[in-house]
């Protein structure tokens, strides 16, 4: 393809691509391809006997649970196994919070109004779960080291009603900050009015690094139970980003009072989760070093397309004022930062030459980014051929915007 | 193994097994013993090229909806396929009731106290649901036609607080009942008062026949569009004991706007289900014919059981006063009906000679059998030589109960 040097050039491309989501791109999940080709010897026993194919073992196969321990740095008693998506158990553990309340405290339903912190700019999916359970959303701005604590504490020690806070301590979404030892400290030994305040430790990327510096956060239910808070992490992982998108496993680890709850709550929902994908995870990863050594193939493929987006931006970019962008160590994302007012205009001129990307305001509560200056770029499922004309044509779809205001 | 024929002979066998749970057997598993052999030749393309194993299709890959929609009478745009558990699907959609209220209507959380007609003996996993939703449970007496509808007519005509009614059309938990036309056609005219009542429609044993006699029961979903009520029925069924338990596919088929409806929540929660999953049993049962010819090898494993169960309370119990049982036609369980007051000891006296049966009272509302005089019978797991022995010694059992007060 063309490298367009302007916006009319990228328009005349007449791209048809979809970059609005972070989803793995064909060569990625081509690398579990082991893991359905050799779906037919995994077999249905698991190393303790269990006939995976019929019902039961509701917190997961016990191997399931203790690979998810060792990728987790917790006990497997810690730790369930679940179906494909994290984003479920997140909906879950709030709904659950609503209906039946936090072990030893009362349904968030029947506590008045209720809230979540939620640092900016994040994920969209968090949100979403908060604005369909009327769980009120407070914006707290971050830096590259986290939330800002002081917000944080100011919200929470005299407001019982802030029930939580939406973490993504490596590699936020989108923003890809690595958040300090001293921002984790203090969110586990937070004193919050809520007896039953909660962190939800999303660790989506906690092995999704993008450089050779394998980053890595303390473990926050260690130091939330050591501050006098055993129960107030709730740390959510998944495998869809390591094997298939749509086919992995997911994890949830807490204490032990926590799991238990999960346990009764969840027990009422299900029989248990699918064990023989469960099996077939654990024989094709093995354990944390199997895994690594997938996590690096995947590093392969990624960083060149984020490499890729960084260089457009620097060649089209680096003279505008007011204009930034991050160059992540890991996740997904990469975060632009445009002069206020222009990251919609940005999305409609991109979608005017073909190029679909996350709505401008998404990676805020309630879609609204009052300053209209953040866009999320999702550089993952494209090829990187398309990647480096997208990055130009987002890059020129901005310049263009501007433009259309200095005339 | 001897046969027993005196409770304390059965005691002496001391066997181990649990009997509590309508689980298939091994030899059932077996029976998709290709769906896990050749798991790795269905590849991840599905007929329309939609890579399975990426994310989306929040309502389930369109050709397992359509084989869904097949196998329910309805069109695919009417089915949703999910995860691994009908269950899951009926818990979710009384959450979100619960939380949001069905389409139109306000959240039953805010409707203040809400209820639901509970035929029983029914299914204590439905009834789990409500209890843990706080949903009050009526009980209702039912006959082998179903609900007695005149009791169902004088709740819900003039009680809006009556949220829905669970219904097991077909070989019901436990009773083996099969609902006439005339029951089915009262429900779907049903003047209910509220006007968000629902028919909690559990299809579960729509293919699970145990004579040649294939009966079927009329489209729930039709008749209530006819009657004036299109959003009334939301109907469940899965494929765990037709394919494995554990992985299978579960379905719900209802009003196009109730699915609208669940697509909306359901988006909050998760992103898709694991279509690699759907794809395999889309491959491996092909279609109505093939689930068809699967279920007749499950009958002819099942069949001889449950004639094991029948023979040997009529060897054993033919001549007990207010003592009877039911020879079902489909489904996974038997009812033994048995003196008033000695439901909770037969099943005492039982675990005491190794064998675990399903809980005294667990077919009903709160796990309340006012008269302890019902015991439900799961057949399907153990060997038929186990059954056979168990049979008798349930029997047995129940004859110790009653000799241990005449005497």
Redesign the interface.
Known sequence: MTMPTTYDEFEQLAMRLDMS?G??S?EQ?EL?RAL?????????LSRDGI??????HLLGLPEARELGAQLLDVDAAQVVAA???S??LM??AL?FA???GMPGDAPW?RQGEVAFLCPVPGYD?HF??CE??GIRMIAVPTTQDGPDMDVVDAHVKNDASIKGIWCMPLYSNPSGAIWSNETIERLAALPAAAPDFRLFWDDAYRFHHLTDTLHKTPNIIELCERAGHPDRALVFASL?KVT????GIAFLASSVRNVDWWQR?MG??????????QLRHVRFLRDREGLERLMAKHRALLRPKFDAVVAAFEALLADLPDVSWNRPEGGYFISLYVPKGYAKRTVALAAEAGLVLTPAGAAYPYGRDDEDAHLRIAPTFPSLDEVKVAARGIALALRRALEETAR
């Open positions: 989501r989803k793995p064909p999940l579990s359905l080709d050799e779906a037919g010897t995994a077999g249905f006939d995976c194919r019929n019902y039961g179906g494909n998506s984003l479920e909906h879950d709904a609503m209906l039946y339903s999916r979403a779960i369909a359970l869809s298939v998108a749509g086919g709550h009422v929902r299900t029989i248990g989760p699918d064990k023989l994908n």
